[in-house]
């Protein structure tokens, strides 16, 4: 993802709606892609990861989208509820050589409204 | 498993202090990474290590920043000195090996140079 500076994108949703937040990343050579969640105050927590060998995977209550020819990844959460608000970062696996290196997007602040 | 376990949770110094911050990793992981966390820069890579070997320290700021690991359940990221603009949060994270890419993170170091 691109930095955007001071200010995260923000989505805003009601309760019980669907969320889709999108992601682009910039190594046409990444081959593994994986979305955190960050509550205030806390370390980035796993959700759901995939390889580009493929374009969907499901979770609970969410579900990651990979475009290989557009490079852009989405996060879609279902149904969605007060405490997933937090702010998610996309994050590709950059690494020549063969070593894992997590290279992470800006982050996009997910704010859920009763 | 206790998780990654970062020390101190916070931290306030004077600029010109030496700061040292502290991670073990989760036992049997083979990678493990420092980041730091900003507004304005996100979530940047500053070094990992792969079987306690340094691998990429090409995020590491100034010569003022070192990483050692010592042993496998160890390792420290110092700054010396310390500058007000190096008021972030680090987070330390590890991971399992290389296929397995998912990071664990710690719960950061809230670092204030004043």
């Known amino acids: 993802g691109e930095s955007v500076g001071l200010h995260l994108p923000t989505l805003s949703v009601q309760e019980g709606d669907n969320s889709i937040i999108n992601c682009a990343y910039s190594?046409?050579?990444?081959?593994?892609f994986i979305w955190y969640k960050q509550e205030s105050g806390k370390g980035p927590q796993f959700i759901i990861d995939?390889?580009?060998?493929?374009d969907k995977r499901q979770g609970q209550r969410v579900t990651v989208l990979l475009n290989k020819t557009v490079k852009h990844l989405s996060l879609q959460i279902a149904a969605t509820q007060p405490g997933d608000s937090a702010v998610y970062f996309c994050a590709e696996n950059n690494a020549p050589g063969g070593y894992n290196k997590l290279i992470f997007g800006a982050g996009t602040r997910l704010a859920v409204h009763p | 498993d206790a998780g990654v376990i970062q020390s101190p949770r916070h931290e306030v110094t004077e600029m010109g202090q030496e700061v040292t911050l502290r991670c073990k990793p989760i036992?049997?992981?083979?990678?493990l990474f420092w980041y730091r966390q900003t507004m304005m820069r996100g979530l940047e890579l500053l070094i990992y290590f792969n079987n306690n070997v340094p691998i990429d320290d090409s995020g590491m700021p100034e010569d003022r920043f070192s990483a050692k690991m010592p042993n496998a359940s160890f390792s420290t990221l110092k700054i010396q000195p310390s500058e007000p603009r190096d008021s972030a949060v680090y987070f330390c994270?590890?991971?399992?090996?290389?296929?397995?890419?998912?990071?664990?993170f710690g719960s950061g170091t809230q670092l204030s140079v004043l």
């Open positions: 036992s049997g992981h083979d990678y």
């Open positions: 995939i390889r580009s060998n493929m």
């Open positions: 994270a590890s991971s399992r090996d290389r296929s397995n890419e998912k990071l664990f």
């Open positions: 190594n046409s050579a990444s081959d593994y």
